[in-house]
């Protein structure tokens, strides 16, 4: 079963402009990893954001995560064409369980 | 190797007959994943092995379905009397594993196996 939820489920915007995904989880968490996947095969890692921390930057990427309200979202900026792909949060629990618990994806078309 | 690799790329079998997928981990990573990617929705775990043992096999959906991982490298997810319900891809990822919070625990996948089951 999926762990929760991502908004919006399909996002099309314009080159340059910004994209911003968001994730939502149920249970208590170790850390939440964000993943890009291309036609629907593997997964290439984007970020992890361990749970006692709130922000985090890579590139062009900036992941927030509030465990309080369980939510993280995903910023991606100046978006070029190659960024279109689907977007998959991703939460390992607390519990020592190693198995990662996927959302159903944001699905990321960017428009030349 | 440089990535996780995962033999065949594309599996056509017919309801009844028994399959299995292969897996090929990251050189040293100790934490090997089986996943389930249904079209349109996020993967959905099966079994995660630590070494040569199944620490968590709690996602496999029925009997039909067995994994091993005997020398704690290359890893075999096994599905007998395959259904047409079981076409998904198929996708296996390795970790450094350890535990704690932070890099150890990224998964790294490989491309996938897509089953089609007519």
């Known amino acids: 079963s999926q762990q929760g939820e991502e908004d919006p489920q399909a996002l099309s915007i314009q080159e340059g402009e910004n994209a911003t995904m968001n994730c939502s989880y149920k249970t208590s968490i170790n850390n939440l990893q964000w993943y890009r996947q291309n036609s629907g095969r593997g997964l290439v890692h984007l970020i992890l954001i361990r749970s006692n921390e709130r922000e985090k930057h890579s590139g062009r990427l900036r992941v927030t995560l509030d465990t309080s309200k369980k939510s993280s979202s995903l910023l991606i900026t100046a978006s070029r064409a190659a960024d279109t792909a689907s977007y998959f949060c991703a939460t390992e629990g607390v519990q020592g369980a190693q198995k990662l618990v996927f959302g159903q994806g944001t699905r990321l078309t960017i428009n030349p | 190797g440089a990535g996780v690799s995962q033999t065949p790329s594309n599996k056509v079998t017919e309801k009844g007959k028994y399959v299995e997928l292969r897996c090929d981990p990251i050189?040293?990573?100790?934490?090997l994943y089986w996943y389930r990617q249904s079209l349109g929705q996020g993967p959905e775990f099966l079994i995660y092995?630590?070494?040569?043992?199944?620490?968590?096999d709690s996602g496999l959906p029925n009997d039909r379905f067995f994994a091993v991982r005997p020398e704690g490298s290359v890893s075999t997810l096994k599905i007998q009397r395959t259904e047409r319900g079981d076409s998904a891809v198929y996708l296996c990822?390795?970790?450094?594993?350890?535990?704690?919070?932070?890099?150890?625990?990224?998964?790294?996948f490989g491309a996938g196996t897509r089953l089609s089951v007519l």
């Open positions: 990822a390795s970790s450094l594993g350890g535990g704690g919070r932070g890099a150890k625990n990224i998964q790294y």
């Open positions: 050189s040293g990573h100790t934490a």
């Open positions: 092995f630590q070494g040569t043992g199944a620490a968590d």
